[in-house]
């Protein structure tokens, strides 16, 4: 029987790990971690999450692998190419639970624009006083949308729901988004300019790097709300920073970051008083994780059985071009 190791698998989730493969190993560290990288020299079956990086150094350390598997949607962390010149069948997590990072949006929003953590510290503080926590309502304000793909359109649809103006930037346009909850599809530009807030909804791809950055931030509205649950690497970093102390941005809201692994590069944007952070938990629900679990498994069970497994990344598999989207300098 093929040898099978799942890794980055937290210890609540061992157990419906180990209901379908008994005899996997199972480790809670990613594939950099000590020591890691030499236990699974002899997998054939590889189950990761997108801290482990999988580049032609690392495949060419396990030899004996057929099939990788990221419990994510995203696969920027695998080297493709590397993996086809070994025939190393690669697969993702299409649709986890789209759902369940668009109510993240959400959270970040209401939690912010209505002070619900200061009003709790104020009461906690012995102080029930609603004085200088005037909130904003999200009925009437103009969200923008950049990417509306599953996750995307899973915002517009709240967003409808709470009454506001949607416009979005996508080059795979969805009509039904039009049809239904009255999307407008503008330039980017436009978005920019229109928009009370922005969320962004895009993969981790070159041409999305640093799309946020000085040029197209001056051409937000004063006081935007900028809103983050995508990749790190869209906004450049020390640009939102200089637009928060400017005022031009009046909170940015933000579930994942730049350099994540290095707080040291991200103390003064995590410090700023504007700013919410959480540690990249958008994606982290009860159905959410169950559902990266058992895609996986269904991808192992395809591939056992020698079919083709549904979820598989094929070598022409892309993302709609986003021309028009230039890298700003800082």
């Given at each position: 029987?093929?040898?099978?190791?799942?890794?980055?698998?937290?210890p609540?989730?061992?157990?419906?790990?180990?209901s379908?493969?008994?005899?996997?190993l199972?480790?809670?560290?990613?594939?950099?971690?000590?020591?890691?990288?030499?236990?699974?020299g002899?997998t054939?079956?590889?189950?990761c999450f997108?801290?482990?990086?999988?580049?032609?150094a690392?495949?060419?350390k396990?030899?004996?692998?057929?099939?990788?598997i990221?419990r994510?949607?995203?696969?920027?962390?695998?080297?493709?190419?590397?993996?086809r010149?070994?025939?190393?069948?690669?697969?993702?997590?299409?649709?986890?639970?789209?759902?369940?990072?668009?109510?993240?949006?959400?959270?970040?929003l209401?939690?912010t624009?209505?002070?619900i953590?200061?009003?709790?510290?104020?009461?906690?503080?012995?102080t029930?006083?609603?004085?200088?926590?005037?909130?904003m309502?999200l009925?009437?304000?103009?969200?923008g949308?950049v990417?509306t793909?599953?996750?995307?359109?899973?915002?517009a649809q709240?967003?409808?729901?709470?009454?506001?103006?949607?416009?979005a930037?996508?080059?795979?346009r969805?009509?039904?988004l039009?049809?239904l909850?009255?999307v407008?599809?503008?330039?980017?530009?436009?978005?920019?300019?229109?928009?009370?807030?922005i969320?962004?909804?895009?993969?981790?791809?070159?041409?999305?790097?640093?799309m946020?950055?000085?040029?197209?931030?001056?051409q937000?509205?004063?006081g935007?709300?900028?809103?983050?649950?995508?990749?790190?690497?869209?906004?450049?970093s020390k640009?939102?920073l200089r637009?928060?102390?400017s005022?031009k941005i009046?909170?940015a809201?933000?579930?994942?970051?730049?350099h994540?692994?290095?707080?040291?590069?991200?103390?003064?944007?995590?410090?700023?008083?504007?700013?919410?952070?959480?540690?990249?938990?958008g994606?982290?629900a009860d159905?959410?994780?169950?559902?990266?679990?058992?895609?996986?498994?269904?991808?192992?069970?395809?591939?056992q059985?020698?079919?083709?497994?549904?979820h598989?990344?094929?070598?022409?598999?892309?993302v709609?071009?986003?021309p028009g989207?230039?890298?700003g300098?800082?």
């Open positions: 029987m093929a040898k099978i190791t799942f890794l980055e698998v937290d609540e989730d061992s157990a419906l790990v180990k379908i493969y008994s005899d996997a199972i480790l809670k560290d990613n594939l950099a971690a000590k020591g890691v990288l030499e236990k699974c002899d054939e079956i590889l189950c997108i801290y482990s990086k999988i580049t032609k690392e495949i060419a396990l030899p004996k692998l057929k099939l990788l990221t994510s949607v995203g696969f920027d962390h695998i080297d493709l190419d590397a993996c010149e070994r025939k190393i069948v690669v697969c993702h997590v299409p649709d986890y639970g789209s759902h369940v990072i668009a109510e993240h949006v959400f959270a970040l209401l939690s624009m209505r002070h953590t200061e009003g709790e510290k104020r009461v906690e503080g012995g029930f006083d609603y004085h200088g926590l005037k909130g309502t009925r009437g304000k103009t969200l949308i990417g793909g599953k996750i995307g359109r899973r915002v709240v967003a409808h729901g709470f009454g506001m103006k949607i416009v930037f996508d080059r795979c969805t009509l039904e039009t049809d909850l009255g407008e599809y503008v330039s980017l530009e436009d978005l920019f300019a229109q928009s009370d807030i969320t962004l909804h895009l993969p981790a791809i070159p041409e999305a790097e640093h946020i950055n000085d040029k197209t931030i001056a937000m509205k004063n935007v709300i900028l809103v983050n649950t995508a990749r790190g690497s869209i906004i450049d640009a939102l637009g928060l102390k005022g009046r909170y809201l933000l579930d994942v970051l730049e994540e692994k290095n707080f040291a590069e991200n103390k003064e944007l995590i410090d700023h008083p504007n700013v919410v952070t959480t540690p990249h938990i994606f982290y159905v959410s994780v169950t559902s990266m679990y058992t895609d996986c498994f269904e991808s192992i069970k395809q591939w059985a020698g079919q083709i497994p549904e598989i990344v094929q070598p022409t598999t892309k709609c071009d986003l989207i230039k890298r300098g800082s």
